[in-house]
Each structure stands twice: as C-alpha cells, then as structure tokens.
C-alpha cells in the first residue's frame, strides 16, 4: 500500500506542474521527492538504513553504489540532492570521492558517514568538501540521519519557492491583463473593484462590461 501511494504521489508530482504548492506544509515534507546516493560497500548496513529511509520519506529516491568511482558515475548521472559517503571504500576512498564530486557539483550535500570517527578523518572531510560528518557508532546516527535530510528538504522547498514566485506573478498579471473585467456598481458589492468574470458573491444587477484588455 505504501508502495503504491509512493508510486502515485510521484506521478502527480511530475504530471502537475505546481502539484506541491496544494499540499500541506506536513504533507510537503513528506511527499516531496527527493534523491539520495548512498556510497557503502557494507550491504547489510546500506540494506538497514534504505529501509529506514523509506519507511520515513515517501517519495525519496535512493540509488546504492558500493565504490567511489560508482558513485562518480552516478552523481553525474543524478545529480542527487544529498550523498551519504563511507570513507573505506573499494577502489578510491570516499573523502577522495568527496573531493571529485564537490568539484563537479558544488550544490549537492555531502554527508560523511562511518565508522572511524577521528579527528584526522573529520579534518579530511571538510577539507574536501563534506558538508557534515556522522560516525556510524553514535547512538544518534539513524536520529542525526533524518534530521539532515528533513533539514535539506525544507531548504529545497524554500529555494523551489524562491524561484518560483517571480514566474508566478507575472503569469498572474498577464492573467490580469488580458481578461475580461467587470466593474460592480452595486454599492453593497463585496467585490467593488475590477475583477475578472466569474460569479459574484452577492447578486449585481448593475454590472458594466468594460471589454478586453
């Protein structure tokens, strides 16, 4: 059943142009798409945390490698919002990894998640890019985890918003501008001013047409 409402709130999402300014700020968080790449070579542990991540995040995308040159492949690919990155990987080393992608994509969150958690490490991490370090032994991983991502989302919804308000009011005053209008001369009107042709809270029979824009 999950499944399926996943599936389903996917598609309005791409078939509805504007489909998460509808929703509910809580129903946003949770349906809101969004991708992940997780780089782990321990397959019990990625296998885990999927699972978690799904159980929490409706619509998220999450795409598994096991190695850095993979997940280089990938990030290409998908342009993912956030990495989640081991740092004993086959291959080239994730805090490497971490180096090449922030080169490429500057914009995508780098989470370094493992279970060395030493000072060297850390510096290392941030020298290369990593925007946050999360040690797999603290009892606070999964917990710190979903905080990073719900955090991310809010940001992602709040750049979407941005972006789009522009657009959306000048399609409002194109809108405005090419309607036909109406004047109510009813002095009783709750809509006296100039608005566009549709039906009018109380009955006005003194309507003045004054054409197309």
Do not use: W
Request: hydrophobic share 40%; charged share 20%.
């Amino acid at each position: 059943m999950k499944a399926c409402v996943r599936t389903l709130t996917k598609l309005l999402f791409v078939a509805i142009p504007g489909f998460h300014r509808i929703l509910p700020d809580c129903l946003y968080y949770i349906y809101m798409p969004f991708n992940i790449l997780l780089v782990e070579d321990n397959n019990s542990f990625r296998r885990t945390l999927v699972e978690i991540l799904i159980a929490h995040f409706a619509t998220m995308n999450i795409t598994e490698v096991a190695s850095g040159e993979d997940a280089l492949i990938k990030a290409d690919e998908l342009h993912p919002d956030m990495i989640f990155m081991d740092i004993n990987l086959p291959g080239e080393n994730g805090l490497e990894t971490t180096r090449k992608i922030k080169q490429r994509h500057q914009h995508t969150l780098i989470i370094i998640l493992t279970s060395h958690d030493v000072p060297e490490y850390r510096q290392q991490a941030f020298h290369n890019g990593a925007d946050y370090f999360i040690s797999k032994a603290d009892d606070s991983c999964v917990v710190d985890i979903i905080a990073r991502i719900e955090k991310a989302m809010v940001n992602k919804r709040t750049q979407s918003g941005q972006q789009s308000v522009g657009a959306s009011r000048r399609a409002l005053l194109r809108q405005f501008i090419t309607a036909p209008r109406t004047v109510c001369r009813m002095p009783d009107c709750m809509l006296p001013h100039v608005c566009f042709e549709r039906p009018h809270s109380k009955p006005c029979s003194r309507i003045v047409h004054i054409g197309t824009a």
